[in-house]
């Protein structure tokens, strides 16, 4: 059973940086794709990122590229997603997730969620 657990998140200002890490364990991940969505109040729950774990291929939601990355460390079964320039707009509370397969940007792909990490950006 895989599981997921994040953390990472808090309270910051605008400009600030944050680095959201996922523990992922109870598999093998060579052949998963792993996600961040994110869910403002009020709002769909959306794609931010994503990594295919075997390939280290990168994709990003255009509202974060180029401010936020997704990195993966094989040896820490872990999945971070670096946060820069944050904005009040980026507020959310992030989920990390994973699928078998490909990257997609639809979260009903992914079967497996963690339980989401609050991030708060004041103006």
């Known amino acids: 059973q895989v599981q997921l657990v994040e953390s990472g998140g808090g309270l910051v200002q605008a400009g600030d940086s944050l680095r959201l890490s996922c523990v992922a364990s109870?598999?093998?991940?060579?052949?998963?794709?792993m996600g961040w969505f994110r869910q403002a109040p009020g709002k769909e729950r959306e794609f931010v990122a994503a990594?295919?774990?075997?390939?280290?291929?990168?994709y990003y939601a255009d509202s974060v590229k180029g401010r936020f990355t997704i990195s993966r460390d094989n040896a820490k079964n872990t999945v971070y997603l670096q946060m820069n320039s944050l904005k009040p707009e980026d507020t959310a509370v992030y989920y990390c997730?994973?699928?078998?397969?490909?990257?997609?940007?639809?979260?009903?792909?992914?079967?497996?969620w963690g339980q989401g990490i609050q991030v708060t950006v004041s103006a």
């Open positions: 109870g598999r093998t991940f060579n052949n998963y794709a």
């Open positions: 997730a994973a699928r078998i397969g490909v990257v997609t940007r639809n979260n009903p792909d992914y079967d497996c």
């Open positions: 990594i295919r774990w075997s390939a280290g291929s990168t």
